[in-house]
């Protein structure tokens, strides 16, 4: 039976046992439920799009973190021409300066220093649309180094006079209503090249700045694209699971109602139910060092897989962390565990995912770093700690 009822994302504490012998009596107990089991999941993600679609950030840099590891973030762009602009001195006039604006939005790094990017130009038209992070795209001349400060409201890169010279005919050509123009410009590839950060930009917010000395007009991002590579912390515990967006990683878990201490509980009315995965705080602000910014995620999706394995459910698409982790409480696991004890349990695997951004957008991409809790490495060890379920149930 698949259930498809609203969700109760307010975190409440936890139940309290009330009755004298567990299990037994017919008065209600809380019991303390482990998964089955508890994994990272990761692959590539979709981290490229075209205007009007998401994801609209890209990233790009280079960031050593203690607790992460390394992370390098490659940023493709490519523009519109503003084809109804280019008149008048703009098609006929020399042209006096061409930059890049580029609009920092995030950082993921070190606050306190510059950066250093690479800008190339990209050898041949390239397809973001529906890219992934571990996409190869084929590299161009190196234009230009630049420092860009994280902290900074925008940075203009002025591109040099021997570009502007080889480019300033394809910029203006706007035969085949601007098909000329997209057939010969690839746009750019910006890469790290020193520094310790990780810039994040919006696409919509990117432009490559034309001017003549008497008129401006910009070159919207029209396309993007961030490749990803990281290299794990050796400093990362076992007993610890890493969950970074633009990784698509996730946090996956089960529970098998037909092995103990779940089987025991057939039948059995649940009053009420909540997941709970809890966060590491203290390695995390040990291995931050001053100045050094590591976004955390604002919000999560919960999603269930349905046994046969051919439907995700999305149980809850906004769950807010608190200060020490997750809690997801209301109707829906209840019933999920309700479903379970009968042996009708809809989902087969639960999975959570950090959203980018605070409204719940799962298909925007971020660097955002989670450190859960895994499962007890000792099976004696107290699970006061680690991700369980807490449920009040009334055995008979």
């Known amino acids: 039976m698949l259930f498809l009822t609203?969700?109760?994302?307010?975190?409440?504490?936890?139940?309290?046992?009330?009755g004298d012998d567990p299990l037994q009596g017919g008065e209600p107990v809380t019991v303390s439920l482990t998964p089955t089991s508890l994994n990272v999941e990761r692959r590539a993600p979709v981290t490229g799009a075209v205007a009007g679609n998401l994801p609209e950030r890209f990233f790009a840099g280079r960031v050593d973190d203690p607790l992460v590891g390394?992370?390098?973030?490659?940023?493709?762009?490519?523009?519109f021409q503003p084809i109804e602009e280019l008149s008048g001195s703009l098609y006929n006039d020399p042209l006096t300066d061409v930059s890049l604006r580029l609009a920092p939005i995030s950082v993921y790094g070190d606050t306190t220093s510059t950066v250093t990017m690479a800008l190339y130009d990209m050898p041949a038209p390239w397809d973001g649309a529906g890219a992934r992070s571990d996409t190869t795209l084929a590299e161009g001349e190196q234009i230009l180094t630049f420092e860009l400060d994280p902290t900074d409201e925008e940075t203009l890169v002025p591109l040099p006079r021997t570009w502007i010279n080889e480019n300033e005919p394809v910029l203006r050509d706007t035969t085949g209503g601007g098909e000329a123009f997209l057939d010969a410009f690839a746009g750019f590839r910006i890469?790290?090249?020193?520094?310790?950060?990780?810039?994040?930009?919006?696409r919509n917010d990117t432009s490559l700045r034309v001017a003549t000395s008497t008129d401006t007009t910009n070159f919207n991002g029209r396309v993007s694209l961030t490749t990803?590579?990281?290299?794990?912390?050796?400093?990362?515990p076992d007993d610890r699971a890493l969950v970074q967006g633009g990784f698509a990683n996730a946090l996956?878990?089960?529970?098998?109602?037909?092995?103990?201490?779940?089987?025991?509980?057939?039948?059995?009315?649940?009053?009420?139910?909540?997941?709970?995965?809890?966060?590491?705080?203290?390695?995390?602000?040990?291995?931050t060092p001053d100045g050094f910014a590591r976004p955390t995620p604002d919000s999560y999706s919960f999603t269930g897989t349905s046994t046969d394995g051919d439907q995700t459910v999305t149980l809850s698409s906004n769950?807010?962390?608190?200060?020490?982790?997750?809690?997801?409480?209301?109707?829906?696991?209840?019933?999920?565990?309700?479903?379970?004890?009968?042996?009708?349990?809809?989902f087969s695997e639960f999975v959570i995912t950090p959203n980018a951004t605070e409204s719940g957008t799962s298909n925007e991409i971020s660097l955002d770093v989670a450190l859960f809790h895994?499962?007890?490495?000792?099976?004696?060890?107290?699970?006061t700690?680690?991700?369980?379920?807490?449920?009040t149930v009334t055995p008979y």
């Open 252 to 287: 996956t878990f089960t529970y098998d109602f037909d092995a103990p201490p779940l089987d025991t509980l057939r039948g059995t009315p649940v009053n009420r139910a909540e997941f709970v995965l809890p966060v590491d705080t203290t390695l995390w602000a040990d291995s």
């Open 319 to 346: 769950l807010t962390p608190f200060n020490e982790g997750l809690r997801f409480t209301g109707d829906t696991p209840v019933r999920i565990f309700e479903e379970g004890f009968l042996r009708e349990s809809a």
């Open 228 to 236: 990803l590579e990281r290299t794990p912390s050796d400093a990362l």
């Open 70 to 79: 390394t992370t390098e973030a490659q940023g493709f762009l490519n523009l």
């Open 374 to 383: 895994r499962l007890p490495i000792d099976p004696t060890a107290s699970d």
């Open 385 to 391: 700690e680690g991700p369980r379920a807490t449920v």
């Open 6 to 18: 609203a969700c109760d994302d307010n975190p409440t504490g936890v139940g309290v046992d009330v």
């Open 191 to 202: 890469a790290p090249a020193s520094g310790n950060a990780a810039i994040g930009f919006n």
